[in-house]
């Protein structure tokens, strides 16, 4: 069973700070993606990434930077963190884009 | 504008009950359309998955069904029981698989 795992359940910083989240999935699959999940709106896409070192720009990429240095770890980067930023952060995973993407549990995010 | 609309955005239904909850989409060119079950605290988890060509599949209890004409999607639980309780996101790809459009969800609590 595909494993997607997400380094933190619960993630509370101050405003100003770097955060970086972290996701590791175990199935060898080309692609990973970052959303983020806010009360009342779909899940909304950050960034995603087809291949190590390679990423792309997803709908809402301001204010977030994304690494992927090895296939099997994808890396958020929140640069200077603000409170609009704080929300539920979904890291996926998926062997070809048109598959359903596998998930990790969430990491919440509170920026205070 | 490419949209993804699910209704109702709530549901409660008693234990052993059947339920439908729909999905509407405008989006161009269609590639696919997932279901997925969301429960409190975890990330979502793959139900279905339709092509153009499929106007219904099934998963256990859970059958999906796909009017690409009318573009609408309905997702049918039958005989529910408490562990249904959970968050169902119709999710739509579009562009060859390439983009995907998440809607908000429909809050399903099953109460025995």
């Known amino acids: 069973d595909v494993k997607v795992t997400q380094s933190s359940r619960y993630l509370v910083k101050r405003t100003g700070e770097k955060v970086f989240l972290e996701c590791v999935q175990d199935?060898?699959?080309?692609?990973m993606f970052w959303y983020r999940q806010d009360p009342g709106l779909g899940l909304r896409l950050i960034y995603f990434?087809?291949?190590?070192?390679?990423?792309e720009k997803g709908d809402i990429p301001e204010g977030y930077s994304v690494s992927r240095e090895k296939k099997e770890r994808f890396s958020l980067i929140l640069e200077s963190a603000s409170t609009n930023q704080t929300s539920m952060y979904l890291c996926?995973?998926?062997?070809?884009?048109?598959?359903?993407?596998?998930f990790g549990d969430g990491t919440r995010l509170s920026i205070l | 504008k490419n949209q993804v609309e699910q209704s109702p955005q709530s549901l409660i239904i008693l234990e052993g009950k059947n339920c439908t909850l729909q999905?509407?989409?405008?989006?161009?060119?269609?590639?696919?359309l997932r279901w997925y079950k969301q429960d409190t605290g975890r990330g979502p988890v793959s139900l279905t998955i339709?092509?153009?060509?499929?106007n219904t599949k099934s998963n256990g209890r859970y059958t999906a069904t796909l009017d690409a004409d009318t573009k609408q999607s309905s997702l049918h639980i039958t005989a529910s029981q408490l562990s249904d309780s959970a968050s169902y996101i119709c999710?739509?790809?579009?562009?060859?698989?390439?983009?995907?459009?998440f809607g908000a969800g429909t809050r399903l609590f099953v109460k025995a």
């Open positions: 999710v739509v790809s579009y562009t060859g698989g390439f983009k995907t459009i």
């Open positions: 999905c509407n989409y405008t989006v161009s060119p269609f590639s696919n």
């Open positions: 199935m060898d699959h080309e692609n």
């Open positions: 339709m092509t153009f060509s499929e």
């Open positions: 996926a995973s998926s062997s070809r884009v048109w598959e359903p993407q596998h």
């Open positions: 990434s087809y291949d190590v070192k390679m990423k």
